[in-house]
């Protein structure tokens, strides 16, 4: 037995869930720390640096949920470590207003925790897919988990935006507790009983993790996949840690008025995953590699947008540049992760995890160095210009390397049709 719809769904709905607890350190927290709390944008941009680069142990989960034979245990504690991380992050904001050391080493240990749970929930979550979905649905289960991921972050930024105003510290801990339980949560009503019903996989053969992830890296597929993951990926989360500050800052928006803005660009991100999802996936039109570099180029252009609106100032229309951002960014990633699902299972048989976890570990150093480098970025620019054209040189770069993807893209990604894959209910 292979995954049924409805059960690709339910392991969705853990995607949903690590998307609405990391979205808060990435948005919400980020915002507070370089606005109310008038920290520089390098203290958050190290923290989520260090989330994204303990998650370079993404291999190593891939590789011994492999030989396992059991990846829920892995996506459950995962998920625990993840919530308590992020509380802990909330706490570590808290604390800062008064006690700046306790502070910063109470969100040095919240973030290490998110970055373990991320990493061992998320690439256990991902191989269980990839060694369990019929080859005709690895497409659609892709679009189908990450637009629900993408809802949980959009949802979450949205409705804690909606709430947190007026902001008191108190208040925060309440809405983040109450998201980090939910996910919890529901994440283990989520995965209940699914791998019991799947048919047995094959064992890999015993070995040391280092000597198996010699091998994947010896397949000329997965090595050039990596590549392109870490460029792309690099693009895509440089803006990640300064557009909420960039709003506050430039076009005096609120905390709340922020968040929701990055509540707004989610929103985008959902829209263009799920055309790609109907247009490609549903009706077979367009091959994953044109909506790649097609998400690449949009990108790009969005950026630009963003960054001549600076000079304008409160008023200017930042939200449709936003928005257009991330409708584009959704187009990429489906596709991208379209790709990162059927490549997932060929080469050597029982290495899904492996594999999954390599792509998952250049995606995270990528994270990492893309955030913390769009940061300081701003900090050095910001000394010699003023705040829109510090931010907009920074956005104009990461729209270089857009561009810079989508050339690679054209050169690496196969030119076949999307497979198709039709829901049918109760299937």
Known sequence: MTLSWVSIVRLGLVQMCLGSIVVLTTSTLNRLMVVELALPAVLPGMLVALHYGIQISR??????????????????????????????????????????LAGILLSIVAYALIGLGVGASG??????????????????????????????IAITAGVVGA?????????????VACVTLGALALTAIAVARIES??????????????????????????????????????AYF?????????????????????????????????????????????????????WVVAGC???????????????????????????????SNGIFAVAAIGSMMALAGEGREAREGTRMGLWGAAQALAAGF????????VDVLRLALDDAAAFGAVFVFEAVIFLAAAAMAARIIDHGAVQQSRFVPGE
């Open 59 to 100: 291999p190593q989960w891939g590789f011994m949920s492999d030989s396992g034979g059991n990846r829920t245990r892995w996506i459950i504690g995962g998920m625990v470590a993840l919530a308590l991380g992020g509380f802990g992050a909330a706490l570590g904001v808290v604390v800062l207003e008064s006690a700046f």
């Open 163 to 175: 709430m947190l105003e007026p902001y008191s510290p108190a208040l925060l801990l309440r809405i």
């Open 197 to 234: 019903g799947l048919v047995a996989r094959p064992e890999p053969e015993p070995m040391p993790f280092l000597e198996g992830l010699r091998e994947i890296w010896a397949e000329r597929r997965a090595r050039r996949f990596t590549i392109f993951v870490f460029l792309s990926m690099t």
């Open 297 to 327: 180029i949009g990108s790009a252009a969005s950026l630009g947008a963003i960054a001549i609106l600076g000079p304008l100032g409160p008023g200017a229309p930042l939200l449709p540049a936003v928005v257009a951002l991330g409708v």
């Open 370 to 377: 893309g955030g913390l480098f769009g940061a300081a970025a």
């Open 123 to 152: 690439t256990s979550l991902l191989a269980l897919m990839a060694t369990s979905t019929a080859p005709e649905r690895r497409a659609a289960a892709a679009t189908i988990t990450w637009l629900m991921m993408i809802a949980g």
């Open 238 to 290: 440089m803006q990640e840690l300064i557009l909420e500050p960039y709003a506050g800052l430039v076009f005096a928006f609120t905390p709340g008025q922020s968040t929701s803005l990055s509540g707004a660009q989610n929103g985008g991100v959902f829209l263009g995953m799920l055309t790609v999802g109907i247009v490609a996936t549903g009706f077979g039109i367009g091959a994953l590699r044109t």
